[in-house]
């Protein structure tokens, strides 16, 4: 036996993550944990319909605790990070168990958000980067001026650009499809699969993904009907 293969046995924790097993719990929870902040972020977006001032104060209210946000970036991050390698992982692990495809594939026991599951994520990635680099950051403002500190200005111009809509828009739809799926294989994952509540926790799943889904594009929507201005 190699010296690898016996520090991988005597380590629990390498021993966990070889497993299939534990890269499904590892990204059980590490999307409790993006939920969370999927649930967070929404909240504090929503506050656009309640006027500039009240989104402006949160801003300065996040901007206040800056020092307190870095734990949660870092968890946010290596939660991301974790999540995405646990995934490409688990593919490969399944395109080596059977390396040669159906004769015919018939999409029977999945659904279209399970089999879009592989390549949504890293669309949504992409997008959750351009979106930082033109809100946060203020590097990618098309069209208009990034004013410091004005969240309310910088999103309405934002999102008036027609094409950034549409993107973000796109973007979180497939954010919803990945949810659906992702809500309810996380409590397969951890053990919770039962014929009697498995098909309520999918349609919980898929409720609470719709729900999501139509809070975030409602403020595009909003801004591209002249209901926010």
């Keep these: 036996m190699s010296t690898a293969a016996v520090g991988l046995r005597r380590n629990p924790a390498a021993t966990f993550w070889g497993s299939t097993n534990g890269k499904k719990a590892v990204m059980a929870v590490t999307g409790a944990i993006l939920f969370g ?3 967070g972020h929404l909240a504090g977006n929503l506050q656009i319909f309640e006027g500039r001032e009240k989104l402006n104060a949160y801003g300065r ?3 206040s605790i800056g020092e307190l946000l870095w734990p949660v970036r ?4 290596v939660s ?3 999540h995405i390698t646990a995934t490409v992982q688990l593919w490969l692990l399944k395109k080596r168990a059977r390396p040669v495809g159906y004769s015919r594939k018939e999409a029977i026991a999945s659904s279209y958000a399970s089999r879009t599951m592989y390549w949504s994520g890293p669309i949504v990635l992409a997008f959750v980067i351009f979106h930082l680099l033109q809100f946060t950051a203020g590097y990618i403002h098309p069209e208009s001026q990034f004013i410091e500190g004005d969240v309310y200005h910088n999103v309405v111009a934002g999102f008036q650009v027609w094409w950034v809509s549409v993107w973000y828009i796109f973007s979180v739809c497939l954010l919803g499809f990945h949810l659906s799926h992702g809500i309810s294989s996380m409590f397969q994952s951890l053990g919770y699969n039962h014929p009697k509540h498995t098909p ?3 349609s919980a799943a898929v409720a609470i993904a719709v729900i999501i889904t139509l809070g975030y594009i409602s403020i595009p929507i ?5 209901i926010v201005k």
Aim: glycine share 4%; net charge positive.
């Design 80 to 82: 991301v990070l974790l």
């Design 37 to 39: 902040f999927i649930i």
């Design 74 to 77: 870092i968890v946010l991050i």
């Design 61 to 63: 209210f996040l901007h």
């Design 222 to 226: 909003s801004v591209l009907l002249g």
């Design 200 to 202: 309520v926790l999918k």
